[in-house]
C-alpha cells in the first residue's frame, strides 16, 4: 500500500498564510478600536486610538494591494493571537471600568497588538524581500514604520501622562 506524501509547503504559503492572518487582525483591530476610544478617560488617549484607527484602515488597503501583487484574493484567517490580545483588551475595560488605572491598562493592550503588529510586518517585509516582491516590500515597509511610530507616540503618552495619573489615583 503506497503512501502519498503531503506536498512540501515553501516560503510562498508561509507568507501568503501569514498575510491572511495579519489582514484578520487589522480587521479586527477596527473593529475594536472605537470600543477603546470609548472608554478612554484621557483625551489624548482617545485621541490616539482615533488616529490609529485612521492608519489601520490604511494598513487593511495595503494588505489588500498585497494581496493583489500575489494575484490573490484578499481573505483572512482566524488569528489566534489577536483574539487573546483584543480578548484580554475587553477583560481590562471591564475590570477597570471608571479606574484611575484604566488609561493605563487599555495603552498596555494597544501596545501588546502594536508589538504582535511589529512582529508580523518584520517578518512578512523580510520574506517579502527573500522572495523578490519588491512592491510588497515597499507597501509592508511603510506599515511596519507606521506601526512603530504609532508604538513610540503610545509609550511616550504612556510615560508623560497616563501612567503618572493611574499611580497618582
Not at 506524501?5 to 498575510?19: I, M, R, V
Not at 481573505?75 to 484611575?100: D, F, L, R
Not at 507597501?139 to 497616563?162: H, I, N, R
Request: contains cysteine.
Amino acid at each position: 500500500m503506497a503512501t502519498t506524501k503531503a506536498p512540501s509547503k515553501g516560503l510562498n504559503e508561509l507568507f501568503h498564510d501569514t498575510l491572511k492572518d495579519i489582514y484578520f487582525a487589522e480587521k479586527k483591530i477596527l473593529a475594536t478600536l472605537p470600543k477603546m476610544a470609548k472608554a478612554a478617560q484621557s483625551a489624548d488617549l482617545k485621541a490616539a486610538f482615533e488616529k490609529h484607527r485612521g492608519e489601520t484602515q490604511e494598513h487593511v488597503a495595503r494588505l489588500e494591494e498585497v494581496f493583489e501583487v500575489l494575484g490573490k484574493k484578499p481573505v483572512a484567517k482566524t488569528c489566534a493571537a489577536i483574539m487573546g490580545i483584543t480578548e484580554e483588551g475587553a477583560e481590562i475595560m471591564e475590570e477597570y471600568k471608571q479606574s484611575p488605572a484604566l488609561d493605563a491598562g487599555l495603552l498596555a493592550a494597544a501596545q501588546a497588538v502594536e508589538h504582535y503588529e511589529i512582529s508580523r510586518y518584520g517578518t512578512l517585509r523580510t520574506w517579502a524581500l527573500e522572495l523578490g516582491l519588491t512592491e510588497a516590500v515597499n507597501l509592508l515597509d511603510l506599515t511596519l514604520g507606521e506601526e512603530k511610530a504609532t508604538d513610540a507616540a503610545l509609550t511616550e503618552l504612556a510615560e508623560s501622562a497616563v501612567n503618572i495619573a493611574a499611580e497618582a489615583a
